[in-house]
Every structure is written in C-alpha cells, then in structure tokens.
C-alpha cells in the first residue's frame, strides 16, 4: 500500500548555510524509493508517495540521507497526505485569519513537542492569536510574521521539533499531494 506524503525540512533554503538544490532533494528521494516527488519553489517541501515504512521511520531515513548524500543536517517531519489535508481543512483561526501568508501551520514531530508549545495558551496575545493540536500548532501574526512575538516564542518553544509554513504555502502543498 502507498499514500502521499509530504517532507517538511526545518530551515532549508532560509539561511545560506543550508542551501540544498531542489532537483537534488528529488533526486535523493526517488533514489530511496519513492515515486511521484514533487517539490515547492525552494521551500524544502516534498510532496511524494511512500512505501510501507511508517512516517516516523521515514524522517530518520530522510534525515540520514540527507546529511550523508547533500551534506546537511536537518530535522526533517512528515505528514500523510490524509493528515495535511485535516491540518489546512480543520484550522480552527480560519474565521479570524484573512490574509494566508500571516497564518502559520506549525508542523510538529509529535504530540510531546505540541505539549511544548501548551504555556503560549495561558497568555494573551492580542492581535495575535494561537490554537494547539496534537501535531500542528496554528499561529495567527496579523501584524507579519517577522514582527510577531507569538512566532517568536512558538519558534523558541519547539525548538527543532517544529517547522512553520504559511496557510498559502500549506494549500499549495496540499494540492501537490492531492493532483496524483
């Protein structure tokens, strides 16, 4: 049985220090296994069918391959298919949030890094708002995602067990994941 998955890489192509070239990041995951590897712009998002291997037993495969192939150490998390499309569908800031590029879906390695993130709920945050699930977090920064405190602290908070990308960035994922 194979389903759609989607890689997030935590700071790849954000910084010059970890640069990794898209076609090479395809090609590193066809070499694995995979079929239908699509990546976004340079985003260090891959949207790809898997084989029977678990997510988690995936983003360890991926990681080690990527440092030892494209010499780069990353945290790498997936999602299926299956649960981007419930993380996009079912955001619970949607009624609030009117511009996508200022919503985040923090994607999360699992329910222990959510459980991180769970002091931001006490405090108050106004404009900004934030909801917590058990693998993705959302964050709503009205004011940009650069002057945003809430971003700030979420990013302190998990550390390398969570990777951000906006609602825009997210729906595009989704509809790779969704085209096959």
Avoid at 41 to 64: H, W, Y
Avoid at 119 to 143: D, F, G, H, Q
Wanted: glycine share 6%; proline share 3%; with cysteine.
């Amino acid at each position: 049985m194979t389903d759609r998955r989607v890689a997030f890489l935590r700071g790849i192509n954000v910084g010059t220090a970890k640069r990794i070239a898209m076609a090479d990041l395809r090609t590193l995951f066809e070499d694995l296994g995979h079929t239908k590897v699509r990546t976004l712009l340079n985003s260090g998002n891959v949207a790809f069918t898997a084989g029977k291997k678990t997510a988690s037993d995936e983003e360890a495969r991926l990681e080690a391959a990527i440092a030892k192939r494209l010499g780069v150490t990353t945290r790498v998390t997936v999602l299926t298919g299956k649960a981007l499309a419930a993380a996009v569908r079912d955001n619970p800031l949607l009624s609030v949030a009117k511009d996508p590029s200022r919503l985040l879906i923090m994607v999360l390695k699992d329910a222990k890094a959510a459980a991180q993130l769970k002091p931001l709920l006490k405090e108050l945050w106004t404009p900004e708002m934030v909801s917590i699930r058990s693998r993705v977090a959302y964050l709503w920064c009205p004011n940009g995602i650069a002057k945003s405190k809430l971003w700030a602290t979420a990013n302190r908070f998990a550390g390398d067990t969570g990777t951000a990308r906006n609602l825009a960035t997210m729906a595009k994922l989704l509809a790779l994941v969704e085209e096959v």
